[in-house]
Structure formats: C-alpha cells, structure tokens
C-alpha cells in the first residue's frame, strides 16, 4: 500500500512557470525524497530531506517538510520542457532500502 | 562511473513460466533493493540485500524470490507467473549510509 499521496495527480503548465507539487503521509519518517521518473524509465533522485530539515534547495528545486502535518511540497522553478515528467515522493521509516512511494504527480511543462 | 545496470530491459512470458531478472549495482554499492512499478498500484517495494543477506522484504508471495551475489549483483525470480506479475522492475543501489537510491532503467516484463 501506499504510504503517500500526492497532489495534483497531473499538473500542466508552460515553460518558464513554476510547478508546485505536494505530498502528505501517514506514519513518522527518517527523510523523504523527491524522485523523477521520464516516461517508462528509471527514477532519477532529486532532493532528500531529513525529518529535522525545514527546507533544502537544490538548483532550481526547493523542498519544504512540515512534519506537524505530515507533509511536503517541491517547487520547480523557471520550469524547462525537459522538466516533462513524474515526480514520486518517498518516505524512509527504516534504513534498510525501503522506501514508500506515493502515486505521483506527472508534470507536463509545454514550450 | 557506470550506473546501475539491469537485463534484460524488455521480456515476455506466459502464465506458468518463470522469469530471473539481474541488477549490477553501482562500483562499490552494497545495497540493492528491488521495486515492482504498475499502473494500478505504483511502485511498490520487494527486498533489499546487503553484503548477500537480506535485511527487508515486502509484501509479495512467496513466488518472487532473490539473491546477492559476493559481487554484490543481484537477481530476482518470479516463479508460476501470473498476467498480475506483469510490470516495470526496477532495481537500485546504495551505499548503504545515505538513503539515496540510485535507479537502472528497469526490466519490463509482460506476461501473456
């Protein structure tokens, strides 16, 4: 089962716009990361932010984590075309390689 | 440095078969977990091996099955498949201290 949800499950936009992306999740964790996926392939790590961690930047990436409310959120900034793809929150209870995906939100960036 | 490095990429079997699928992790890697991807219930965990043992295992029947190597590849078997075993199998590595997980392009396989 899924420990996460996100939101929206897809998100349109143009190019040069920013994507704001959401993930709440029920149980306490170690971190959460942020993964993306291009259509069909592997998951490329984005970002991982501790439980003790507020807020963290990467690039044009800014995760925030609100462990009050179980929850995240990852903006893009100056969004590209090549940003085109699903975006999967992961939380990490155990350090032992399992993580717990949500459903994820696919982002379509048009020229 | 190669990445993480999975055969076969594409495979299709049918119900009763068995498949085994293989991951090479990251030069120096561990840790390697197995994920199965389906449109229907997303990516879900399957075991984690390190240093040969497994420390974790998902919710799966007993019919998916895997090892590591003292290499530290991995591989994984489904036996008795069934059209419901049809997915994305992705495999990833770690160094075991950091939590990044480091995806290959994942094996699909369709069962007929």
């Known amino acids: 089962s899924q420990q996460g949800e996100e939101d929206p499950q897809a998100l349109s936009i143009q190019e040069g716009e920013n994507a704001t992306m959401n993930c709440s999740y029920k149980t306490s964790i170690n971190n959460l990361q942020w993964y993306r996926q291009n259509s069909g392939r592997g998951l490329v790590h984005l970002i991982l932010i501790r439980s003790n961690e507020r807020e963290k930047h990467s690039g044009r990436l800014r995760v925030t984590l609100d462990t009050s409310k179980k929850s995240s959120s990852l903006l893009i900034t100056a969004s590209r075309a090549a940003d085109t793809a699903s975006y999967f929150c992961?939380?990490?209870?155990?350090?032992?390689?399992?993580?717990?995906f949500g459903q994820g939100t696919i982002l379509t960036v048009h020229p | 440095k190669a990445g993480v490095t999975q055969t076969p990429r594409y495979l299709i079997k049918t119900r009763g078969q068995q498949v085994t699928l293989s991951c090479s992790p990251i030069s120096g890697h561990r840790s390697v977990s197995w994920y199965q991807q389906t449109p229907g219930q997303g990516l879900q965990f399957l075991f984690e091996y390190f240093s040969e043992t497994q420390r974790n295992k998902g919710n799966f029947p007993g019919r998916f099955s895997g090892r590591q190597f003292s290499n530290s590849r991995s591989e994984m078997n489904v036996s008795t498949l069934e059209l419901g075993d049809s997915a994305l199998y992705l495999c990833?590595?770690?160094?075991?201290?950091?939590?990044?997980?480091?995806f290959g392009e994942g094996s699909r396989l369709t069962v007929l």
């Open positions: 992961a939380t990490d209870r155990t350090s032992y390689g399992k993580l717990t």
């Open positions: 990833a590595s770690e160094t075991g201290n950091t939590g990044e997980l480091f």
